[in-house]
Nanobody
């Protein structure tokens, strides 16, 4: 079992930045693939970014604006979000993939609202 707790969401103006954090517990953090997803009202959950081993991947709409990175000592994964746009408004979820496989565990989500 993996417990994920996100923080860092909030209200920001378009063009601004936010950093989300997700602290994991319950398993060896370094063995977990970690990811961020988001869901806007009326839309399906969308992949934002992932990090497995040292390899990162990004959704097309956030590439070159968002950065995912992790601190294994702190058991934390971060999502640095820059140049935020109103289209980035959503609930952001942290996810964990045991043994770098499929995402099986999810956090409760944190709201990000970008005002234009």
């Amino acid at each position: 079992q993996v417990l994920l707790v996100e923080s860092g969401g909030g209200l920001v103006q378009a063009g601004g930045s936010l950093r989300l954090s997700c602290v994991a517990s319950g398993r060896t953090f370094s063995s977990l693939g970690m990811g961020w997803f988001r869901q806007a009202p009326g839309k399906e959950r969308q992949f934002v970014a992932g990090i497995k081993w040292s390899s990162t991947s990004y959704g097309e709409s956030v590439r070159d604006r968002f950065i995912i990175f992790r601190d294994n000592a702190k058991k934390t994964v971060y999502l640095q979000m820059n140049s935020l746009q109103s289209e980035d408004t959503a609930v952001y979820y942290c996810a964990a993939a045991p043994n770098m496989g499929s995402y099986e565990y999810w956090g409760q989500g944190t709201q990000v609202t970008v005002s234009s």
